[in-house]
């Protein structure tokens, strides 16, 4: 499903003020169901109305939505619109328990919460994932990255995309693809291609423990848990990076790096700056900190012809192109720039080539870790 939520396009930036609105209380409403003699009872309608109005009094971004997101997910649904389909908004009554749910996560909003982390739940792709501060909220431009990776031919010949046989059935799963994700979060882009590409395995890293807690619960939850290594590590680190490919090189890095400006940081929203961690947004200088320290790595982690897909800031996929062509040593090709539902140039196709260096060409194996550390340096 595809949330038309300008709050979770692309990473929104404000005015970074914290609005520490008095919470509203929901006295009136409850007064007007128990003893006004002219109204009804209070409705979804009602709550949907007097919240909408309370976030705009003070100043809480997308309003509406916000407010339709609160009610419609305390009565049970996931849009305003599927609710109406099930009950009549205008006319049912709520009760007490529900009036109460509504105006405590409404009180979350009005501290400015991002509506993910209200709600503790969000769909990405065809799942329904856990959300949970600081972890980050995927964003709806990270869904076509995953379009993308499945679009991918070479992934396609690897294994059906009919029903998966279990973990055990098939130990070394010889036609499956092996795909590493850099930076996993709540595990959106992980769980995603676990679900769409049954014979695949996925390894996904972050740095942030938070993160690695989530993806674990998010993929038991979903029952993926067979297909998927979790670690916890620093791309950065270059420590013990051999950890990183426990079956071997990988068809596929994909990531979704921090890559916002340094400087943009702080015109970031309030909702972002106050709830989201940092570490998963400020990609340094120039935004290529974690992007450079990934490719850089990728070609001992990739088999040859392996692909890199990585969603970026629109400044990048040139500065990543002339930083890519003073990197030889990588044997790293920009195959193809594309554009999100945005028309802004946000994701990247890098293949690892056929190199005449036998550390590369061999695979990531013979890589003598002196000459690796040599490459990030
Ligand atoms: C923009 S978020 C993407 C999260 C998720 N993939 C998504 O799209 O929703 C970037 C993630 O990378 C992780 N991260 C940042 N630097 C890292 C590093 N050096 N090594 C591993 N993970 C890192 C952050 O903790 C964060 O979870």
Same mark, same amino acid.
């Given at each position: 499903?595809?949330?038309?939520?300008?709050?979770?396009?692309?990473?929104?930036?404000?005015?970074?003020?914290?609005?520490?609105?008095?919470?509203? @209380?929901?006295?009136? &409403?409850?007064?007007? =169901?128990?003893? #006004? *003699?002219?109204?009804?009872?209070?409705?979804? +309608?009602?709550? /949907?109305?007097?919240?909408?109005?309370?976030?705009?009094?003070?100043?809480?971004?997308?309003?509406?939505?916000?407010?339709?997101?609160?009610?419609?997910?305390?009565?049970?649904?996931?849009?305003?619109?599927?609710?109406?389909?099930?009950?009549?908004?205008?006319?049912?009554?709520? @009760?007490?328990?529900? &009036?109460?749910?509504? =105006?405590?996560? #409404? *009180?979350?909003?009005?501290?400015?919460?991002? +509506?993910?982390? /209200?709600?503790?739940?969000?769909?990405?792709?065809?799942?329904?994932?856990?959300?949970?501060?600081?972890?980050?909220?995927?964003?709806?431009?990270?869904?076509?990255?995953?379009?993308?990776?499945?679009?991918?031919?070479?992934?396609?010949?690897?294994?059906?995309?009919?029903?998966?046989?279990?973990?055990?059935?098939?130990?070394?799963?010889?036609?499956?693809?092996?795909?590493?994700?850099?930076?996993?979060?709540?595990?959106?882009?992980?769980?995603?291609?676990?679900?769409?590409?049954?014979?695949?395995?996925?390894?996904?890293?972050?740095?942030?423990?938070?993160?690695?807690?989530?993806?674990?619960?998010?993929?038991?939850?979903?029952?993926?848990?067979?297909?998927?290594?979790?670690?916890?590590?620093?791309?950065?680190?270059?420590?013990?990076?051999?950890?990183?490919?426990?079956?071997?090189?990988?068809?596929?890095?994909?990531?979704?790096?921090?890559?916002?400006?340094?400087?943009?940081?702080?015109?970031?929203?309030?909702?972002?700056?106050?709830?989201?961690?940092?570490?998963?947004?400020?990609?340094?200088?120039?935004?290529?900190?974690?992007?450079?320290?990934?490719?850089?790595?990728?070609?001992?982690?990739?088999?040859?012809?392996?692909?890199?897909?990585?969603?970026?800031?629109?400044?990048?996929?040139?500065?990543?192109?002339?930083?890519?062509?003073?990197?030889?040593?990588?044997?790293?090709?920009?195959?193809?720039?594309?554009?999100?539902?945005?028309?802004?140039?946000?994701?990247?196709?890098?293949?690892?080539?056929?190199?005449?260096?036998?550390?590369?060409?061999?695979?990531?194996?013979?890589?003598?870790?002196?000459?690796?550390?040599?490459?990030?340096?």
């Amino acid at each position: 499903m595809r949330h038309c939520f300008r709050m979770l396009g692309t990473l929104r930036f404000g005015s970074g003020k914290q609005n520490h609105a008095p919470g509203s @209380t929901i006295t009136g &409403l409850l007064v007007r =169901q128990n003893h #006004s *003699s002219q109204a009804g009872p209070v409705t979804a +309608v009602d709550l /949907v109305n007097h919240w909408e109005a309370v976030f705009e009094k003070n100043g809480i971004p997308e309003a509406r939505e916000s407010s339709e997101y609160i009610v419609s997910h305390v009565l049970g649904a996931k849009t305003f619109q599927s609710l109406n389909q099930r009950i009549d908004c205008c006319s049912t009554p709520l @009760t007490a328990i529900q &009036l109460t749910r509504i =105006q405590e996560l #409404s *009180s979350l909003r009005l501290q400015r919460m991002p +509506v993910q982390y /209200v709600l503790g739940e969000w769909d990405f792709q065809d799942l329904t994932l856990k959300m949970a501060p600081p972890v980050f909220i995927p964003r709806p431009e990270t869904e076509e990255l995953v379009n993308l990776v499945l679009k991918e031919k070479s992934l396609k010949n690897m294994g059906s995309m009919e029903a998966a046989p279990s973990f055990h059935q098939l130990p070394d799963f010889p036609t499956g693809p092996l795909i590493l994700e850099v930076g996993c979060g709540s595990g959106a882009i992980s769980l995603s291609l676990l679900s769409k590409l049954p014979q695949s395995r996925v390894i996904a890293v972050d740095k942030s423990e938070a993160a690695v807690r989530l993806t674990r619960e998010n993929a038991e939850r979903l029952h993926l848990q067979d297909r998927i290594k979790i670690i916890h590590h620093d791309i950065s680190s270059r420590m013990n990076w051999q950890q990183l490919i426990p079956w071997g090189p990988v068809d596929l890095v994909v990531s979704n790096p921090p890559y916002i400006f340094q400087s943009d940081m702080a015109h970031l929203a309030a909702e972002i700056l106050s709830y989201e961690d940092p570490d998963a947004l400020d990609g340094g200088e120039d935004g290529m900190k974690v992007i450079r320290d990934i490719l850089s790595l990728t070609p001992w982690l990739l088999k040859i012809f392996g692909s890199v897909f990585l969603e970026l800031d629109p400044r990048h996929p040139e500065l990543v192109g002339n930083w890519l062509a003073k990197q030889p040593d990588l044997f790293l090709s920009l195959s193809a720039t594309h554009t999100d539902f945005c028309g802004k140039p946000r994701f990247l196709h890098i293949q690892k080539m056929v190199s005449n260096s036998s550390s590369c060409s061999q695979g990531f194996s013979v890589a003598p870790s002196s000459q690796l550390f040599g490459v990030l340096s």
